[in-house]
């Protein structure tokens, strides 16, 4: 694996990947979170920065060291992660969008923390959506394309799941009308039914293709995986010009 590890595939490549999980403050000292660890968008970056890429990568809520030679910028909220992917996209070749970005965000910050017997105490949290970056990015992509811009025009966009299966179907059909909802070239799944895969070294990922395509890559250390899904996602770019 070593010698392929660092063919130089990604060589001239621009790459952006989102990681970590977003937090929406509730008040000044607590906040909504989730528990992504950023270790398979870190993965992905030093996998990437090894096999030649530009890598930039937005951080969000993730204290490990940035990896060498990567680009970071560092985002708190789902709305900071959405303005820093939205710029950086304009000029990427791929997008990873590894991050768990927070579906719903409270509608209102106190501006004082709330106290308990205060005659503000929250009896609940009310929420509203946040904006599907993803989505987003998929639509100036498609926007890009009829106006035959070269960056969107050969732009891939990959997503990432992590499903369980339920009374209306199993992992990878939850997937795959994901990926077919979402409109991204590559969604990368975990099944985390069970809740297995949050914070550890070991994970394993099934890659699904817009072409219908589907790969269970062999589980394993992170960087692995990341080799894995590079492999998947290097097909899909255009001749370097
Ligand atoms: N995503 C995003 N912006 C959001 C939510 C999700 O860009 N506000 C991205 C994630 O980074 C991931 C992909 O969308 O790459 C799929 O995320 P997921 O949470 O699985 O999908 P959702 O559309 O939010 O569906 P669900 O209701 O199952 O959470
Ligand atoms: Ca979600």
């Given amino acids: 694996r070593g010698a392929r590890a660092l063919a130089p595939d990604l060589a001239g490549r621009r790459v952006l990947i989102s990681a970590g999980g977003t937090r929406e403050p509730v008040d000044p000292v607590r906040f909504l979170g989730n528990r992504s660890s950023g270790r398979q968008g870190w993965a992905l970056a030093r996998v990437a920065a090894a096999r030649g890429a530009d ?13 060498f030679g990567v680009r970071t910028l560092h985002v708190g909220t789902a709305e900071e992660l959405r303005t820093a992917v939205l710029t950086e996209a304009a000029t990427a070749d791929v997008v990873v969008m590894a991050a768990a970005v927070a579906d719903f965000r409270p509608a209102d910050v106190a501006a004082a923390k709330l106290k308990k017997g205060s005659a503000g105490e929250p009896g609940s949290i009310g929420l509203e959506r946040t ?5 987003e990015i998929v639509a100036v992509r498609r926007a890009g394309r009829e106006q035959a811009d070269p960056v969107h025009t050969g732009q891939v966009l990959v997503g990432f799941a992590a499903e369980t299966g339920d009374a209306e ?12 909802r979402k409109g991204v070239d590559v969604l990368v799944v ?5 809740g297995q895969v949050f914070g550890r070294g070991d994970t394993s990922v099934t890659v699904l293709d817009a072409e219908g ?3 269970a890559l062999p589980p394993g250390r992170k960087d692995a995986v ?9 097909p ?5 010009s």
Wanted: aromatic share 2%.
């Fill in 55 to 67: 890598v930039t990568l937005v951080a969000a809520n993730v204290e490990d060291p940035v990896p």
């Fill in 131 to 135: 904006t599907d970056v993803l989505a």
């Fill in 169 to 180: 179907g199993d992992v990878l059909t939850h997937a795959r009308a994901k990926l077919a």
């Fill in 190 to 194: 975990n099944d985390v039914s069970g």
């Fill in 213 to 215: 395509g589907e790969a």
């Fill in 226 to 234: 990341a080799a894995g899904i590079w492999d998947a996602v290097v």
């Fill in 236 to 240: 899909r770019l255009a001749a370097p």
